[in-house]
């Protein structure tokens, strides 16, 4: 059973576009929720975070759009560049559970 | 800094085998994880440890043991090596409480 979801598995845009990377989830005592991002031979790296009392977050080309009651969130990259392809999970934890992943989305930001 | 240092990098087993996978993280995390990823399945758990002397099943820890044998170092066994096994195994820790995780680098699995 898959506790998170996350869309499209593949995602392909243009250099200084704005992709949009899709996640939801079904427990409700979720309430923290980081995203990775993780290059081709290694491990992910937290690339940012939100908490369930915030509907939204922003560091600097990266931010989270989280809907509580559709339990749907977003991670928007505004002007990609070449260098953000690489493959982003969605994770989700709450109530000392450790965290759970989405299948993840893979990138490519075309020059 | 820290870093989470995962050993051996590769690991090639056979069928039937027992195989210990380990991992040292130099961060004082209290809790630590191990997942598995396979190909287009994103990263499901096996196990983690809350704490030095807590063991947790998590999704997917039929057919693996794990030891927390002090707070820096976590290992994981997979008790009989599937043929045609291939994922690459992480392990991650953090603070207890608080769910940022840093991971280590992985270590790939085949099993011949």
């Known amino acids: 059973q898959q506790q998170v979801r996350q869309s499209p598995q593949s995602l392909t845009v243009w250099e200084g576009e704005t992709a949009i990377l899709n996640c939801s989830y079904e427990?409700?005592?979720?309430?923290?929720f980081p995203w990775y991002q993780q290059f081709p031979g290694e491990g992910p790296a937290l690339l940012i975070s939100i908490s369930s009392v915030s509907d939204k977050k922003e560091d600097g080309r990266f931010t989270i759009f989280f809907n509580k009651r559709e339990k749907k969130l977003s991670l928007h990259i505004t002007d990609s560049q070449p260098g953000d392809s690489a493959t982003y999970f969605c994770?989700?934890?709450?109530?000392?559970?450790?965290?759970?992943f989405g299948a993840g989305t893979k990138l490519t930001v075309k020059p | 800094g820290g870093i989470i240092t995962q050993t051996p990098k590769f690991l090639i087993g056979q069928e039937g085998q027992k195989l210990t996978l380990k991992c040292q993280q130099n961060?004082?995390?209290?809790?630590m994880y191990w997942y598995r990823q396979d190909s287009g399945k994103g990263l499901r758990l096996i196990y983690y440890?809350?704490?030095?002397?807590?063991?947790q099943k998590g999704d997917l820890s039929e057919g693996y043991d794990a030891s927390r044998e002090k707070k820096s170092s976590f290992s994981l066994t997979v008790t009989s090596a599937q043929k045609n096994e291939m994922a690459v195994f992480l392990c991650?820790?953090?603070?207890?409480?608080?769910?940022?995780?840093?991971f280590g680098p992985g270590t790939r699995l085949t099993v011949l």
């Open positions: 427990d409700s005592t979720f309430n923290y």
């Open positions: 440890s809350i704490t030095e002397n807590d063991l």
């Open positions: 961060f004082n995390h209290d809790t």
């Open positions: 994770a989700a934890s709450g109530n000392n559970n450790a965290p759970r």
């Open positions: 991650a820790s953090s603070n207890r409480g608080l769910y940022e995780q840093y």
